[in-house]
């Protein structure tokens, strides 16, 4: 599968969201994009957004004040 | 067949944006959503940043509406576009650093530009008629129609059978009919329309949701300009000025101290761009300072420094200013209060 990286430390919410849902603009159906953020805001917010723009969450996880979602890229 | 119509909502994550589009997806219009990041919004950053805040639910209130109201959400970052909107507004400002008129003009013309570029037929907005002072008058609310371009294919639902009648009603993709003519300050119209639509939680934001209506954040701002001596700035400026006690001892100075953990945490941030402050001998905030220091001034940054740590009593607290990985210490007796002028807080 393609599986893409985007860096989003650093960035408050909402940019961290803006940078997900641009990313997903290049990406096709089906790709993969696994996105590592710094506020926690994302935990909510990027799901939240994946849910209404029909993508979905793979897997959501922290780490020492990192966090880091995966999303695949619906239709 | 009909052709299915198509409209873009601005949607603020409050209530009256909320029911606008409701009320046009009831008629069976397909509504997407959109929310301009201009940086100077409350909510996300702030709550991101304060330890205090963190017990809070946070949620972003857009996402949040346009999930109750199962549209998606488009939300588009306009930091480098709004510069101009508030460095030269044409309609001048509000109360404090708010340029309202000239804000709304530029989110229904940023949205009339996207109606275009995605084949949609018109936007919807939440404004009423008498809500706010600047931006939602009987007689500025046709200005933002006229002046962003969208002219007919600007929809204000709530107050639309106050207002002349708009080309989603002239060709019937609305009925103007189950439209509303709320006006005024008054929210009750809104809260029995949102029971009829069954919302029973929605953001109630207290003074916008704004930090550009925030008296003491202006301040900071044209602090910030006038030292400068030019309007300019940067998204790094902007969530600067949300954080911290902002003190300026001489004009070609300014101090950042953090108030609390969080912001102390977000402040470590910014340590490679700034010149920093911290107390090695109690425990303190870190400080960040904005410009260029003599010896002098290093030592009354010092001073202060010492002033906001657990040693403020005492007689001696060492301090570490740091720039660019150089390190330089000083032994101080912390300022006394009434040594501060409230003069330097900014």
């Given at each position: 599968m393609n599986k893409q990286f985007l860096d989003a430390r650093r960035l408050l919410c909402p940019m961290p969201v803006i940078r997900v849902q641009d990313k997903i603009k290049t990406m096709i159906p089906g790709g993969q994009l696994e996105v590592v953020c710094t506020d926690p805001g994302v935990m909510q917010d990027i799901p939240a957004w994946c849910r209404i723009n029909g993508h979905q969450i793979l897997s959501a996880s922290s780490d020492v004040g990192e966090f880091t979602i995966n999303i695949i890229v619906g239709d | 067949?009909?052709?299915?119509?198509?409209?873009?909502?601005?949607?603020?994550?409050?209530?009256?944006?909320?029911?606008?589009?409701?009320?046009?997806?009831?008629?069976?219009?397909?509504?997407?959503?959109?929310?301009?990041?201009?940086?100077?919004?409350?909510?996300?950053?702030?709550?991101?940043?304060?330890?205090?805040?963190?017990?809070?639910?946070?949620?972003?209130?857009?996402?949040?509406?346009?999930?109750?109201?199962?549209?998606?959400?488009?939300?588009?970052?306009?930091?480098?576009?709004?510069?101009n909107v508030l460095i030269n507004p044409k309609h001048g400002y509000g109360a404090n650093l708010n340029p309202c008129l000239d804000c709304k003009v530029f989110m229904v013309q940023k949205a009339q530009q996207w109606i275009q570029e995605n084949d949609f037929d018109f936007i919807i907005t939440g404004e009423v008629i008498g809500q706010r002072p600047m931006s939602q008058r009987k007689d500025t609310m046709p200005v933002i129609a006229r002046e962003s371009g969208a002219n007919e294919r600007l929809l204000r639902p709530l107050c639309a059978k106050n207002l002349p009648e708009t080309l989603p009603e002239k060709e019937g993709w609305v009925n103007r009919e189950e439209l509303y003519d709320f006006s005024g300050r008054t929210r009750k119209p809104q809260m029995a329309l949102a029971e009829k639509y069954g919302f029973t939680d929605y953001a109630q934001p207290a003074g916008g949701c704004c930090f550009l209506t925030d008296k003491s954040y202006s301040n900071k701002l044209v602090d910030l300009w006038t030292a400068r001596g030019k309007k300019e700035y940067e998204l790094d400026d902007v969530m600067l000025l949300k954080v911290g006690r902002h003190l300026r001892p001489q004009p070609h100075f300014k101090m950042i101290i953090a108030r609390e953990e969080g912001e102390n945490n977000f402040l470590q941030g910014y340590k490679n761009i700034f010149r920093t402050m911290t107390t090695v001998s109690h425990p303190g905030p870190l400080v960040l300072i904005d410009g260029v220091l003599s010896e002098e001034d290093s030592l009354l940054a010092a001073k202060i420094t010492a002033r906001y740590s657990q040693g403020r009593e005492a007689e001696q607290v060492e301090v570490k200013m740091m720039q660019q990985g150089e390190e330089k210490q000083f032994l101080v007796k912390p300022l006394l209060s009434t040594e501060i002028p409230k003069e330097w807080h900014v």
């Amino acid at each position: 599968m393609n599986k893409q990286f985007l860096d989003a430390r650093r960035l408050l919410c909402p940019m961290p969201v803006i940078r997900v849902q641009d990313k997903i603009k290049t990406m096709i159906p089906g790709g993969q994009l696994e996105v590592v953020c710094t506020d926690p805001g994302v935990m909510q917010d990027i799901p939240a957004w994946c849910r209404i723009n029909g993508h979905q969450i793979l897997s959501a996880s922290s780490d020492v004040g990192e966090f880091t979602i995966n999303i695949i890229v619906g239709d | 067949m009909t052709k299915q119509r198509k409209a873009v909502s601005l949607i603020s994550g409050g209530l009256d944006s909320m029911l606008a589009t409701k009320a046009v997806m009831e008629q069976g219009v397909h509504v997407e959503g959109i929310n301009f990041f201009t940086g100077f919004c409350v909510e996300g950053h702030t709550h991101a940043i304060r330890k205090k805040d963190k017990a809070k639910p946070k949620r972003n209130n857009s996402l949040w509406v346009a999930e109750q109201l199962g549209i998606k959400l488009h939300i588009v970052d306009v930091i480098e576009e709004y510069k101009n909107v508030l460095i030269n507004p044409k309609h001048g400002y509000g109360a404090n650093l708010n340029p309202c008129l000239d804000c709304k003009v530029f989110m229904v013309q940023k949205a009339q530009q996207w109606i275009q570029e995605n084949d949609f037929d018109f936007i919807i907005t939440g404004e009423v008629i008498g809500q706010r002072p600047m931006s939602q008058r009987k007689d500025t609310m046709p200005v933002i129609a006229r002046e962003s371009g969208a002219n007919e294919r600007l929809l204000r639902p709530l107050c639309a059978k106050n207002l002349p009648e708009t080309l989603p009603e002239k060709e019937g993709w609305v009925n103007r009919e189950e439209l509303y003519d709320f006006s005024g300050r008054t929210r009750k119209p809104q809260m029995a329309l949102a029971e009829k639509y069954g919302f029973t939680d929605y953001a109630q934001p207290a003074g916008g949701c704004c930090f550009l209506t925030d008296k003491s954040y202006s301040n900071k701002l044209v602090d910030l300009w006038t030292a400068r001596g030019k309007k300019e700035y940067e998204l790094d400026d902007v969530m600067l000025l949300k954080v911290g006690r902002h003190l300026r001892p001489q004009p070609h100075f300014k101090m950042i101290i953090a108030r609390e953990e969080g912001e102390n945490n977000f402040l470590q941030g910014y340590k490679n761009i700034f010149r920093t402050m911290t107390t090695v001998s109690h425990p303190g905030p870190l400080v960040l300072i904005d410009g260029v220091l003599s010896e002098e001034d290093s030592l009354l940054a010092a001073k202060i420094t010492a002033r906001y740590s657990q040693g403020r009593e005492a007689e001696q607290v060492e301090v570490k200013m740091m720039q660019q990985g150089e390190e330089k210490q000083f032994l101080v007796k912390p300022l006394l209060s009434t040594e501060i002028p409230k003069e330097w807080h900014v």
